[in-house]
């Protein structure tokens, strides 16, 4: 998809509010349409007239202008990016206004998103493919005086869409082909060639950093867990640094605390955390942030085989402590524990964000709308959440004081790996905290909203990137801080 800030274009788009009589152009069809309540400029709302002579025009729909959000622009371009490809357009013209006091830039990134957004399809393994004609140019008359801005902001969406892509196609990919060796692999190649050093530890390696936990999940798979390390240097001037932990279970089958059949039909998705650290790297990187970095995921599978670990089994940890087995299931807490450490005592991380499809009790309690969150600092929780806003991906912090903890002492070791029935999303979240060593950190969990079994909205079924927009805008925020 190209742009060119002129006048032009095959197809003109003509938006409409619900509440506005008359529009930019084709006002004579508009009128017509809004008599007849054929097109009523309802959010999201497309109605085409192409024409094979005289002039084509798409009708885009945006609501009530005065509940005009920057979400509604994503949603209301995913759905112009849908119809053209429907009617077969690959060129269109679009007046881009400023939107009452709404800022320009995020105006422009809004639209661009959402075009974008339509086009993603993971159809590797489909003979036919669904998208055939793709949107090839745009052309936008904008506001004079921010052309800069405009290409500026078109430039960083189409890399920040590119991580996110490339985190879906990771997290689609069935586990017979992503297993930790190939991830490890995929970090390589898609991230070094934007200036990202990437370490891969391997079996040895793992049991030298005394990753016993870690080691004690990937017992039961055939194949070698890997310790990936990303390291992002965006500003060599500063001692900062940021880590991003990513769960990387490239298939759960829960161990012998085996999942039901239906539990275990998508959980080659285990590694979505993983892959979303991956999709945030490059899109840190490729937009060239002054930020330092560095990205850490314990990618292994969680298997049933004659020396799995088991329940009962009391392990160690690289921290030292030790956990009770209680659940072969909670394998992601477990290998998280020893990748958090890490992030906190190897790499000095001054704030740790993880990102984990840790809990089904998360998507009991928050369903797929919302990423579930525990913090251990305030200042790190509030700027996840700016970020989280700015990139259309809803948090919610759940709560984590002291007496939860109770719930996971363990009786024979230092602390066990479930917490009973009640609040299983937060005492996840809480065994975690034990392993930052009081760092400033942030925990995610994403099991609702990393991979949704229907789509929703620009949101396709199966993987949806969430949360790479927000890294981004996570580590772009700290950066002008
Ligand atoms: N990977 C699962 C969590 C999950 C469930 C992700 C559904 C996405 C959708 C995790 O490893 C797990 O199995 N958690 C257990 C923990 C329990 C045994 C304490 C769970 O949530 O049931
Ligand atoms: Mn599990
Ligand atoms: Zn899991």
């Not at 509940?67 to 622009?73: A, F, G, R, S, V």
């Not at 012998?256 to 945030?280: N, Q």
């Not at 298997?303 to 072969?328: C, F, L, P």
């Not at 975690?432 to 949704?452: S, Y």
């Amino acid at each position: 998809m190209k742009y060119y800030l002129e006048k032009g274009g095959e197809v003109k788009v003509v938006l409409a509010f619900k509440d506005t009589a008359r529009v930019e152009s084709f006002n004579d069809l508009f009128g017509f349409l809004k008599e007849k309540e054929i097109f009523k400029g309802d959010s999201g709302e497309v109605y085409s007239h192409i024409s094979h002579e005289g002039a084509s025009v798409v009708f885009l729909g945006l609501g009530e202008e005065e509940k005009l959000q920057y979400e509604t622009l994503r949603r209301g371009f995913f759905s112009l990016g849908i119809e053209l490809q429907k009617k077969k357009v690959n060129s269109i013209g679009l007046t881009v206004p400023r939107f009452g006091d709404r800022c320009y830039g995020k105006t422009n990134k809004a639209i661009w998103e959402g075009l974008l957004q339509s086009q993603y399809d993971f159809d590797k393994f489909k003979s036919e493919k669904k998208l055939k004609v793709l949107l090839q140019d745009v052309y936008l008359d904008i506001v004079e005086g921010e052309a800069e801005k405009v290409e500026s902001v078109i430039e960083e969406t189409q890399l920040l869409m590119d991580g996110v892509f490339l985190a879906r196609d990771l997290v689609n990919e069935p586990a017979m082909n992503m297993y930790p060796e190939v991830l490890a692999k995929e970090a390589v190649d898609r991230l070094a060639p934007v200036g990202i050093d990437v370490k891969v530890l391997g079996r040895k390696e793992i049991q030298d950093l005394k990753m016993e936990a870690f080691l004690s999940v990937a017992r039961g798979s055939s194949k070698e867990p890997k310790f990936i390390v990303m390291t992002y240097k965006g500003n060599p001037d500063s001692q900062e640094k940021l880590a991003l932990v990513g769960k990387g279970l490239t298939y759960d089958s829960g161990g012998y605390s085996l999942k039901s059949a239906a539990g275990m039909a998508t959980m080659h998705s285990d590694m979505a955390g993983s892959a979303s650290v991956i999709g945030a790297m490059y899109s840190i990187a490729a937009n060239k942030l002054r930020k330092n970095v560095v990205a850490i995921v314990a990618a292994c599978e969680n298997m049933v085989s004659g020396d799995a670990y088991k329940t009962g089994d009391i392990i160690g940890s690289m921290s030292g402590k030790t956990i009770e087995v209680e659940n072969t299931d909670a394998e992601g807490r477990l290998t998280l524990a020893d990748a958090l450490w890490y992030a906190a005592t190897v790499e000095k991380a001054d704030k740790i964000v993880d990102l984990a499809t840790l809990t089904g009790a998360c998507v009991v309690a928050l369903g797929s709308i919302n990423t579930g969150a525990i913090a251990n600092d305030e200042e790190l929780m509030d700027a996840v959440n700016s970020a989280a806003k700015l990139a259309g991906e809803p948090v919610w912090q759940l709560p984590n004081n002291e007496e939860y903890k109770e719930l996971f002492k363990s009786h024979f070791a230092d602390l066990k790996n479930t917490g009973g029935r009640g609040a299983g999303a937060i005492t996840a979240g809480m065994f975690l905290q034990e392993f930052v060593n009081d760092t400033p950190w942030v925990h995610m969990d994403i099991a609702g909203t990393a991979f949704l079994d229907k789509e929703a909205g620009y949101l396709p079924k199966g993987a949806t990137g969430v949360p790479v927009k927000t890294l981004f805008y996570l580590a772009k925020d700290m950066d002008q801080r």
